[in-house]
């Protein structure tokens, strides 16, 4: 059996909204790495990770009008098998990056909060850009299986295919880089809510500002990642159980949606930055 899509509905939505995704993606991208490389001065670690999200966000949105052009001509690819890896190479390792990146920001804070005398809170940013390098290997290593992928069909650029109930590496590392940084996050953000309580109140405006931070976090992961992980799981329970032509062309128009959310935090992530930004009587960048 083969999956049909809903191309109609597809060309309809998806083009204007990926577009209008593009366009306030590169200005509040481009505007946030021009003031982090030219009127943020000096670096602390916190603004290295903030930097390299950026960075995820800003090589995303360089795809998304190839992407609006493909639904556009309702799944018709028309830049070669090569260009399509690489596009599908960049939205996979954006996947990626972002949630490793937004893992990090909230263990950085969760670390300034609960342990302010630790040791890694008082890492240079070239010892912070060298961990953010090993966060960048290990989403480039889990996105490069991209690059095996056979388009059988010269015009069809999609990583999923259904029907397809397999555990592939590519469903793994999407659930991996949702479901672990989801409960790192979470995590920290009941620990900094529990230390909260336990602060005597000279210190609560810190700690405040970093739960703030913590939940744009949350909320950001939540709208752009929670439902296109969702779709999958629904995906492979219902394909399992009844593979049906209906249900798989249901399953995977709603999927193609829900994957168009991911690139939504690339015009949320300036929401970050923003809550980064140092409260009234922190310092730079808001560090406790």
């Known amino acids: ?22 366009v306030l993606g590169a200005l509040g991208n481009g505007l946030s790495l021009w003031i982090f ?26 795809v998304l009008p190839f992407r609006a052009s493909y639904f556009l001509s309702q799944l018709q ?10 596009c599908l190479f960049m939205l996979a390792m954006n996947r990626s990056g972002s949630t490793l990146f937004l893992m990090a920001i909230a263990l950085d804070r969760y670390m300034h909060v609960v342990h302010p005398h630790h040791p890694v809170n008082f890492v240079s940013p070239s010892k912070a850009m060298c961990g953010a390098s090993v966060l960048w290997l290990l989403a480039v290593s ?26 592939t590496w590519h469903k ?15 995590y920290c953000t009941v620990s900094i ?18 739960l703030r931070l913590l939940i744009v976090v949350v909320v950001v992961f ?10 999958q799981i629904v995906m492979w329970y219902r394909i399992n159980k009844a593979a049906k032509n ?14 168009s959310l991911t690139y939504l935090n690339s015009v949320l992530d300036p929401v970050v930055y923003r809550s980064a930004a140092p409260a009234p009587g922190l310092g730079h960048s808001g560090e406790p």
Request: hydrophobic share 50%.
């Open 1 to 22: 059996m083969s999956c049909s899509l809903n191309k109609t509905v597809l060309s309809a939505v998806l083009p204007p909204f990926l577009l209008t995704q593009f």
């Open 172 to 186: 793994f590392s999407f659930a991996f880089f949702f479901y672990i940084p989801l409960l790192v996050i979470l």
């Open 142 to 167: 889990m996105s490069a299986q991209v690059f095996t992928l056979n388009h059988t069909n010269s015009t069809y650029c999609q990583s999923l295919s259904l029907p397809d109930t397999e555990l």
């Open 246 to 259: 209906k249900v798989c062309a249901d399953l995977f128009t709603v999927f193609n949606f829900t994957i």
């Open 193 to 210: 809510t529990l230390h909260l309580r336990r602060r005597r109140f000279a210190q609560e405006a810190k700690t405040k500002h970093a």
């Open 222 to 231: 939540v709208i752009c990642f929670l439902p296109s992980n969702i779709t």
């Open 77 to 86: 690819w028309n830049f070669g098998s090569s260009f399509c890896n690489i």
């Open 37 to 62: 490389c030219f009127h943020l001065k000096p670096w602390k670690s916190s603004t290295v990770l903030l930097f390299n999200l950026a960075m995820t966000d800003f090589l995303l949105i360089l």
